[in-house]
């Protein structure tokens, strides 16, 4: 069918005209009642009441239980992509035993580089693969996924080319980012050297290959250094999109991203009243990270100080197999925004619009002209019903680029 108009959805959230950054209260979501979407070649093309649309003749494709669209959410921090799993390691953390520890004796990120580089094409793409259909089924539509578990930079060429060919395989549409800078590898002799052959050897490859256009770096004590951060990141901002793995465990990395450009500054766990305030006067976007908190037992990141305090500000799952392996999104989004205070237009356009703001992408988070068609649908009539279900409420309704699953 070329256009399609589909309907009628009892609430539609449009997520348009929402400030970027700050507080947002429930009545700025534009709601349209018993509403319509029309779309062709996978776009948004119209969207308003269902009555007056279908006056148009064209063909419908109907709803016929109360539903209620969003569009498709983003989930713009992820590490979905390694092979294994670390529970031995959560129950170690359960025993008291600290994250930046079991990484300082060697394992937590290290352990997860052996099993990936171990693992065949075939393991890596199929555990990926399986990932992503569980984030499609609970309406994550677009995602970001770094690399970064690779011993060496062949390793790390080898997983962005995983990333590639499973985002031209696979539904939802993958944002690679390279994390080659994660942590050094045993086998370098200092992370300054391991930072500079980044630079020298791989980033060439990536851009040679069209693997990425973003590069993330995780400024930690444990793993890499304000300073080293600072000359890497001055080296390759020009060429990448910069984003950062920032104040997780200690202050200090947010300055560097945001000093930087960075498009966004992820995790914000540890952060002071004066990072807050130096973010909330820059571009950056803080993506707090509400599944990391859960996986580690910590605090979530201040979300409703970050917001009042006018800061751009998306929530991302993290999804990885050491301090993230929930998941879910939406569990993680509702929790984050009953314990911060959130009201719902916060929360959603922290997974929908605001997402899309921290990933640079201009053509989707919110449902209107020209939008590519990404839309999910909640089996209610009230949009509050959806975090109000903390999670258990998925969509029923998929439409990805215009494509119907349901
Ligand atoms: O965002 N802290 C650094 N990176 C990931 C965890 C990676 C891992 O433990 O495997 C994070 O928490
Ligand atoms: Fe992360």
Same mark, same amino acid.
């Given at each position: ?18 400030? /970027? !950054? ?13 509403? &319509?979407?029309?779309?062709?070649? &996978? ?7 269902? *009555?007056? *649309? ?25 590490? +979905? ?6 529970? @031995? /390691? ?18 937590? +990120? ?26 499609? %089924? ?8 770094? =690399? ?63 693997? =990425? ?11 890499? $250094? ?13 060429? #990448?999109? +910069?984003?950062?793995?920032?104040? %997780? ?9 945001? @000093? ?13 009243? %004066? ?24 605090? #979530?990141?201040?979300? !409703? ?17 050491? $301090?993230?392996?929930?998941? @879910? *999104? ?29 990933? =640079?992408?201009?053509? !989707? ?17 009230? #949009?509050?019903?959806? *975090?109000?279900? %903390? ?16």
């Amino acid at each position: 069918v070329l256009k399609e108009l589909i309907g009628p959805f009892s609430q539609i959230i449009t997520m348009v005209n929402l400030p /970027e !950054r700050g507080a947002i209260s429930d009545n700025s979501l534009e709601i349209i009642d018993d509403g &319509g979407v029309v779309i062709e070649d &996978g776009k948004i093309i119209d969207v308003g009441d269902f *009555l007056s *649309l279908s006056k148009n003749n064209l063909d419908v494709r109907e709803i016929t239980y109360p539903c209620v669209l969003l569009p498709g959410f983003i989930d713009s921090h992820t590490h +979905i992509c390694h092979y294994g799993n670390r529970s @031995d /390691e959560y129950a170690k953390r359960n025993s008291g035993i600290s994250y930046q520890q079991i990484l300082e004796e060697g394992g937590g +990120i290290h352990n997860t580089m052996n099993s990936t580089s171990n693992s065949t094409d075939e393991q890596l793409t199929d555990d990926t693969l399986n990932r992503l259909k569980r984030h499609f %089924q609970e309406g994550v539509l677009t995602c970001e996924v770094k =690399s970064g578990y690779a011993p060496n930079l062949k390793d790390e060429v080898r997983m962005l080319r995983i990333i590639n060919e499973i985002d031209s395989s696979n539904d939802i549409d993958l944002i690679p980012t390279c994390l080659a800078a994660h942590v050094t590898p045993k086998k370098y002799e200092s992370s300054k050297k391991y930072l500079d052959s980044i630079v020298n050897d791989l980033l060439p490859i990536i851009k040679e290959e069209n693997l =990425s256009n973003r590069v993330d770096i995780f400024i930690e004590e444990k793993a890499f $250094s304000i300073t080293e951060a600072s000359i890497f990141l001055e080296k390759i901002k020009n060429d #990448f999109y +910069i984003t950062a793995h920032a104040n %997780q465990f200690t202050s200090g990395g947010l300055k560097v991203g945001v @000093d930087n450009g960075a498009v966004s500054v992820d995790h914000l766990e540890v952060i002071t009243d %004066q990072e807050i305030d130096y973010l909330s006067k820059s571009d950056t976007t803080g993506v707090v990270l509400p599944g990391c908190s859960v996986g580690l037992g910590i605090p #979530f990141a201040p979300a !409703r100080k970050l917001l009042d305090y006018n800061c751009k500000v998306s929530i991302a799952s993290d999804w990885n197999p050491g $301090s993230a392996p929930m998941g @879910d *999104l939406l569990m993680q989004a509702s929790l984050l925004g009953s314990t911060e205070k959130l009201s719902n237009a916060e929360v959603l356009a922290g997974i929908t619009c605001r997402a899309a703001n921290a990933l =640079s992408l201009e053509d !989707r988070g919110s449902l209107e002209n020209g939008k590519i068609a990404d839309m999910i649908g909640f089996k209610t009539n009230d #949009f509050r019903d959806i *975090l109000y279900n %903390q999670g258990k409420l998925k969509p029923s309704f998929i439409c990805k680029r215009g494509k119907i699953y349901n």
